[in-house]
């Protein structure tokens, strides 16, 4: 049998990335499910349907890093003043710090990967990163569109 060299994948290395993001925010006991929950709250209030719909994920995950999050101190439930059934979700003084440190955590981390490199490569890694967020940010906005389409 021919041993055939594994091809480095995208998908393998956006895990290896997610590994080291990982490693970063466990400096701040986070894990990566709450950094995500925090940084979308950190526009500002949101309920946990429109949570569960941009991250992805069941409603039940939201709830699990929810109250995680709120024992801690770092989000508030509150309850809406024209529909009890409705809460809204935001991020604590506490929890703004903490997400603060979680970006700087992993930042540090990215710049020391990338730093491994010589300086002209070093800087369009992270300088490429933006047209990551900008391309999620449009598949989300065509997903909820779809499901706004569908009535979800």
Partial sequence: MINKPVLETPGRTA??????????????????????????????????????????????????VVDGLVNRGLIVRTPSDLDRRKVSLDLTEEGRRVLIEADASVNDRLQAIAGRLDEERAAKLIEDLPLWEAALDARRIDRLASRAAKGR
């Fill in 15 to 64: 895990a290896r990335l997610g590994r080291q993001v990982d490693s970063a925010l466990a400096r701040v006991e986070l894990t990566s499910a709450q950094y995500r929950m925090l940084f979308q709250l950190a526009d500002g209030a949101e309920a946990s349907t429109m949570l569960a719909r941009k991250l992805e994920v069941s409603a039940p995950s939201v709830t699990a």
